[in-house]
């Protein structure tokens, strides 16, 4: 089984078309949203889909709390799991077609141990096009998963090694550099999709400045970039 760990933040427009891409989605898994103090309708919109007789996954769907901050949420989650696979996913992005019924299908095979999937924007500005491309082969390159690519790993190996660590930022980083040492994740395709509402809010090329920050960072070991570098948008 696959538990589905999903931490939210005010996420109200982004949350209900996730949600009912991901209750679509055949196979056996279980939600677990980790909410990080919302004061939007994130929790009542959970709540309703919970009471309705529309969607049979959703007796598997549990709503949890936690200090704000994705890693302090997404450890919570994952002490909750059942699941043999942990899969965390971005409340704004959306799984391929039959990503969970493929993952139940990979459980018995004790090589994979952990992965991700491609990642692209969703629209069709070719600036976002080109971001998702340079993101993809430097995923490909250095088996580092972003956040925002439905990063999965066997719960036993994520309990290994300690879950995400306890930082505000990058935190999905600091992970996989753990994780590489352990297994060479498995980067599937078709790729996840990410709503770009953010990426164009904050701006295209302000955002790909930023995104190509971070991988500099990340590539040759610059110092920890400011935490209002990754300040909110919704």
Known sequence: MISVVMPVYNEE???PHTLA?????????????????????????????ALSPRHSALSTVRLLTASKGRASQMNAGAKQAQGEWLLFLHADTVLPVGALQRLNEMETDQAIQAGGFMHRFSGEDWRLRLISFLDNFRCVRSRIIYGDQALFARRSLFEELGGFPDQPILEDVAFCERL???TSPLILSPPVVTDARKFLKMGVFRSFLRVLLIILHVEYRLPVLPRAFFQDVR
Request: hydrophobic share 45%; aromatic share 6%.
């Open 13 to 15: 427009k982004a949350l």
């Open 21 to 49: 891409a991901l209750f679509a989605q055949p196979g056996e898994y279980e939600v677990i949203l980790v909410d990080g103090g919302s004061t939007d309708q994130t929790c009542s919109i959970v709540a309703g889909l």
């Open 180 to 182: 590489i040492k352990k």
